[in-house]
């Protein structure tokens, strides 16, 4: 408690009450205002593109991040011992409710952010044809493994649970791989028309539980991990975050990625990669292999692939979705007309 006073003197914080909320989060009360305090973990390698995420917001007018405190040395952290502390406004609680409006917005501003951030880069493309030649072919390995551990559960004459969905879950498995194929082939195909890329300033970690809501206005906080890269990582990773429990609102996430491309409109090969992310079936396929070895419970395992398998599952109907909604090529009927 006495290092957590020590940072908040060197905002000139006078706390009536200091609230502990998670391991490294807590809720200050002086006498005009709460605040939320972090003990980040951020290191004095990383602290620099934290510090660059505010620049840029306050020089682009980026509304979604949420803003910070200076200390009395005009500093946007405090350092004690081996932690970076950060003071934030309190904002209230993260989203609880994912509404259509609300979702609608969230995209919506992460769009605007990596539209107002974007820079572009050329990408080499037989480097780039060499990598997704590499992961097409070890996807391939991948799906003969899938195959390989399905014929050995169905030769048992009784199937462990974990194995029995494994064997139903096999042809949606078997089809998104064969979909992540197709999708390489249409991505390395635009690289050749086009080698450039585009990158922008991302999160890395958006979730609903980094998202505030405050009188109308939406925030992301915790951008311990921020970095520019390509645009549709963010998208990655709040999908795959979010999509994993039986009850996500799927519909709403579609309606959400029309808002975004509003605002910041994917090429096609960004498009493709982002589908190709969607459909990864390398955890599905570390799971499977490790059953055997694993201390995990029955359940707990069963758990696990299951919420690997939604994520998956989600990435089959965002295929599908873009095919229905955006301009995307196809390969087999490029090669009839030739």
């Known amino acids: 408690m006495d290092t957590l006073k020590a940072v908040l003197q060197a905002y000139s914080i006078q706390p009536f009450y200091i609230e502990k909320q998670t391991e490294h989060l807590y ?3 002086d006498h005009y205002q709460q605040y939320a305090l972090k003990q980040s973990r951020l290191t004095q390698e990383t602290v620099g593109m934290w510090e660059q995420v505010y620049n840029i917001a306050y020089t682009d007018f980026l509304s979604l991040v949420l803003p910070v405190y200076l200390t009395k040395q005009g500093k946007l952290y405090e350092v004690q011992g081996d932690s970076i502390y950060y003071v934030t406004p309190w904002k209230g609680n993260s989203l609880t409710e994912l509404d259509q409006p609300t979702i609608e917005k969230l995209f919506q501003s992460i769009g605007r952010m990596h539209a107002k951030t974007k820079q572009q880069q050329m990408v080499e493309s037989a480097q780039l044809k060499r990598t997704f030649q590499h992961y097409k ?4 390995q991948l799906q003969q493994e899938l195959l390989a551990a399905v ?13 029995l969905l494994v064997c139903t879950q096999f042809k949606e498995l078997d089809y998104s791989l064969k979909e ?29 539980s980094h998202t505030l809501t405050h009188q109308a206005q ?3 906080i915790n951008w311990e991990k921020a970095s520019f890269d390509y645009s549709i990582f963010d998208l990655v990773t709040f999908f795959q975050q979010e999509t ?5 609102p799927i519909d709403l996430f579609m309606h959400g990625f029309d808002k ?31 059953h055997k070895e694993t201390k995990a419970t029955m359940i707990e395992q069963i758990i696990h692939l299951q919420h690997i398998f939604r994520r998956i599952l989600f990435g089959l109907h965002f295929s599908a979705y873009v095919d ?3 301009d995307t090529i196809d390969l087999e009927d490029l090669d009839d007309t030739d």
């Open 151 to 163: 014929e050995q559960y169905e030769k048992n004459r009784f199937m462990s649970p974990f194995e």
């Open 27 to 29: 809720k200050v009360q």
């Open 180 to 208: 992540t194929e197709r999708r390489i082939e249409q991505l390395l195909y635009e690289q050749e028309e086009n080698s450039t890329w585009y990158y922008s300033l991302c999160h890395k970690n958006i979730t609903t």
């Open 218 to 220: 939406l925030y992301l």
């Open 260 to 290: 975004y491309m509003d605002e910041n409109e994917l090429t096609k090969k960004e498009l493709y990669l982002l589908v190709i992310q969607l459909l990864d079936p390398q955890a599905y396929l570390a799971c499977v292999t490790a």
């Open 137 to 140: 072919q070890h996807c391939k």
């Open 244 to 248: 994993s429990e039986y009850d996500a």
């Open 324 to 326: 229905q909604t955006y």
